[in-house]
């Protein structure tokens, strides 16, 4: 019995001990807020910070601003920017090890490292001075931490300097995020219209008619239900399906608007951005001021930081505000090759033209070196999916153009239409730019260049080897539209234009909609706006478009079906619900359910389809639900999956399953209330390789209001990265707030700092608040 204390003692001594030892190291890698710093820099500045840890330079020019905010991001934020330019470069097997090597080889198809360093080859001197400053800062923040990054100690790694080069992979991980379907979603397109009737094919893949909220106005028509029978590949099962999850929303998004200032008590415009993405520990943005003196003036900009890259995403310079969302137009095309027999030339206008074979080697961490064979096309690399013939994708992420720093030019516009002006210069994925000016006026313009393109298809793979189609250099820059003449401006993924304009940029899978309707319906609503006006649009989560839902499922539960059934709890709740994607709300969870089922059901033989053939209907470019819903008017017995006699057997099943599903999952359905099913996963990337302390990393699994079709975006694991709502000249009325905090050290005060307010709704504001930190940068001397 004394062995055994004496046993229990040493092990808990031991963890005492370890416990000791790992606080230590993690307190040791703390970032530094407070004292002096001796650094590179040329000049003394000031880096002061809040009590949340809300970030503000004050330095002698911007190049020494760049140097700390580089500081600072080295100091807070390392690994994250490690992980953005590893992802990039298929670089991630370096850190961890043979389970990353197969992601490692899909991306080192697009050779980003080597595209890196030709876009950096382009930059001015000024511009490679200001960038070369930010990555000296980087690394002496990196170097100045007594320990390394924790993250590398759990990982048994060193942190590689950072260079010049990775800020551009950082912008090219955004293409990723932001582009990132590389051809799946014509692949899927192509198999399906090369399997089913053209009349078929057009009416499964229609815009929404219903939702529709155009800058332009313009309208999409119906396509009819077509007259000939629903082809028997679309109602035959012909295998189980892993993937059967049908296109619902566009989980790659984000929300901006704006009024004009015929629109505020000041006068100044006002604009609401909130990018939707990935959830994540730390957040993706960083909130900083800079300031810093212009000859005899001082400049400030304040608003979000992407670590890794020198600039103010979005924000305001006082002058001007800016924000942007996905544009989700039509950025690639994939190339129907005709390879010859031995699979190592392919046909083009001028002959046969060999493919060009690159070799890259993987640095696995704990493991041999990996060689990676890539080949190339001159329209782009050639892929394939699955078993699929091969093509070659054709991307505006190759353009030579495809990532600059010309965004930091917005720090000195003053004006909406300088800033409308600037936008195609921008190498960032296309967005929709939003931008506000003080004198009151707003304005739409996508960034980024756009190929004129000649095809017969924007939606399918083409062949490109006679000449005639293809992309024949860009479009002018008179092309572009834009927008201002207007008091209300609104963005949401959806299509924006229609027209001449639509057929230059195409559909690269918009959202069905929903969500920017009702934020247009909010904004005609207002007959004067202000900034928190603004702010309770972004916090909207009514189930607007599920209302029709709703009502078919209160048809579908007649009397008899609910005491056949045993129903009567289950239509009670979706009677009482509020309508809103509510975190107490069991009724919003049952009319979803239903609905997501009812598109599964009905559309499962077209989903087990593609899958045979290496595609999903997630990646088809327009949502099912428009389809469906046309069906359920006419409800023809030819348009039912094989497995129903009728509609009405298919709705009940729809209910049924639905309803099983959730209670199996969550225990009855009290419990399914929408915030057991919308729990936050805010998580930190090495949570779950951390025994027992891996929770602590993450954000609390706290229920979430909000939903996909509303503006109030929110599902555990993705939605509003950051909530903002600003009036340049007026930013002391403005709101930021993001999900998690500033740092990205589980021990600094401001590793959760912002998490409750946003959780709940509190508008923090724009500018950062009294200087409770101050540390003083200085050169070495």
């Keep these: 019995m004394n062995w055994w204390k004496w046993l229990l003692s040493l092990i808990a001594l031991m963890l005492t001990a370890a416990t000791a030892v790992i606080f230590t190291l993690l307190y040791l890698s703390l970032p530094q807020y407070e004292g002096e710093q001796r650094s590179g820099i040329a000049n003394a500045a000031r880096l002061e910070r ?22 600072a991001h080295g100091q807070e934020r390392f690994f994250q920017m490690d992980l953005l330019r590893r992802s990039a470069a298929g670089e991630l097997s370096a850190l961890f090890g043979a389970r990353a090597v197969t992601s490692d080889k899909t991306l080192r198809q697009h050779r980003f490292r080597q595209r890196a360093q030709s876009a950096l080859a382009q930059l001015t001197a000024a511009e490679n001075q200001l960038l070369s400053e930010y990555s000296r800062g980087v690394n002496h923040g990196l170097a100045a931490l007594k320990v390394r990054p924790f993250e590398y100690l759990l990982l048994r790694q060193q942190p590689e300097r950072w260079q010049n080069a990775d800020s551009f992979l950082v912008i090219y991980a955004m293409y990723l995020d932001l582009q990132g379907k590389l051809g799946r979603d014509d692949y899927a397109m192509t198999v399906l219209k090369q399997s089913i009737p053209t009349d078929w094919y057009r009416f499964l893949q229609q815009e929404s008619d219903i ?50 200032g015929s629109l505020t008590a000041h006068g100044g415009a006002i604009l609401a951005d909130d990018m939707h993405l990935s959830s994540r520990v ?16 001082i400049r400030t900009v304040t608003g979000l930081t992407l670590p890794g890259a020198p600039a103010v995403v979005v924000g305001s310079n006082g002058k001007l505000a800016w924000g942007f969302t996905n544009s989700t ?134 062949d490109w080897s006679d ?39 195409g559909s690269g899978g918009y959202d069905l909609g929903a969500r920017g309707w009702q934020i247009e319906q909010g904004l005609n609503a207002l007959v004067q706006a202000d900034e928190q006006a603004l702010h309770a649009i972004q916090l909207d989560n009514r189930a607007l478009m599920l209302e029709r839902w709703r009502e078919l499922l209160l048809t579908v539960l007649t009397n008899e079906v609910v005491s056949a059934q045993q129903l009567q709890a289950y239509r009670q709740h979706i009677v009482a619900s509020s309508q809103r994607a509510a975190a107490d709300d069991v009724g919003y969870s049952l009319v979803r359910a239903f609905r997501l089922k009812l598109l599964e059901l ?55 399953h639905s309803k099983t599903q959730l209670e199996q999952q969550y225990g009855s359905l ?61 930013e002391q009325l403005g709101i930021l ?9 589980p021990l600094s005060p401001f590793y959760r700092s912002d998490h409750q307010y946003w959780l709940n709704e509190v508008a923090l504001p724009f500018l950062p608040g009294e200087k409770k930190y101050q540390l003083l940068l200085t050169p070495q001397g």
């Excluded at 005639?468 to 959806?494: H, K, P, Y």
């Design 211 to 260: 939702w529709q909220a155009a800058l332009d106005h313009s309208l999409t028509a119906p396509v009819s239900l077509p007259d000939s029978p629903y082809p028997a590949l679309l109602r035959q099962q012909l295998s189980s399906c892993i993937h059967c999850q049908v296109k619902d929303a566009t989980d790659i998004g984000s929300n901006n608007f704006a009024v004009a």
């Design 50 to 71: 809040d009590a949340l840890g809300y970030l503000s330079i004050h330095a002698a020019n911007r190049n020494d601003a760049a140097f700390a905010l580089g500081f």
């Design 467 to 505: 000449g005639r189609q293809g992309w024949f250099g860009l479009i002018d820059e008179a092309q572009q539209l834009s927008v201002s003449e207007t008091d209300r401006l609104w963005t949401a993924n959806a299509r924006m234009i229609g027209g001449e304009f639509y057929q230059l940029i």
């Design 329 to 462: 137009a039509d950025w690639h095309d994939l190339v129907a090759l005709k390879l010859s027999d031995d699979g190592k030339r392919y046909l083009t206008a001028d002959g046969w033209q060999n493919l060009q074979y690159y070799y890259e080697t993987i640095k696995v961490a704990g493991g041999a070196d990996q060689t990676v064979e890539l080949a190339e096309t001159q329209w782009g690399p050639l892929v394939r999916f699955g078993d699929s013939p091969a093509y070659a994708l054709s991307w505006v992420g190759y353009d030579s153009q495809a990532v600059n720093f010309n965004l930091l030019a917005l720090e000195q516009a003053t004006t909406t239409e300088q800033a409308l002006a600037l936008a195609p210069s921008f190498g960032i994925p296309s967005q929709n730019l939003l931008a506000a000016d003080s004198k009151g006026a707003i304005g739409w313009r996508l960034t980024n260049r756009i190929p004129k393109r000649q095809l017969d298809d924007f939606d399918t793979a083409q």
């Design 737 to 745: 707030t993001i999900p998690a905090g500033q740092s990205g050290h």
């Design 602 to 656: 009905q559309f499962a033989p077209l989903s087990a389809y593609l899958e045979q053939h290496g595609a999903k209907s997630q990646d088809l470019k327009y949502s099912l639900e428009t389809p469906l819903w046309a069906m359920l008017q006419q409800r023809r017995t030819d348009t039912l999956p094989d497995a129903y006699a009728s509609w009405d057997a298919l709705l009940l099943d729809a209910v049924l």
């Design 670 to 730: 009290n419990d399914s209330h929408w915030g057991n099913i919308n729990r936050a996963r805010i998580s930190h990337p090495l949570a779950s390789a951390v025994p027992v302390l891996g929770d602590w990393l993450n954000m609390p699994a706290t229920p979430l209001k909000g939903d996909s079709h509303m503006p109030r975006v929110q599902r555990p694991g993705f939605g509003q990265s950051q909530r903002m709502v600003v009036a340049p000249g007026q």
């Design 282 to 297: 730390p957040g993706i943005w960083y909130k900083a001021q800079l300031n810093w003196r212009d000859g005899d003036n």
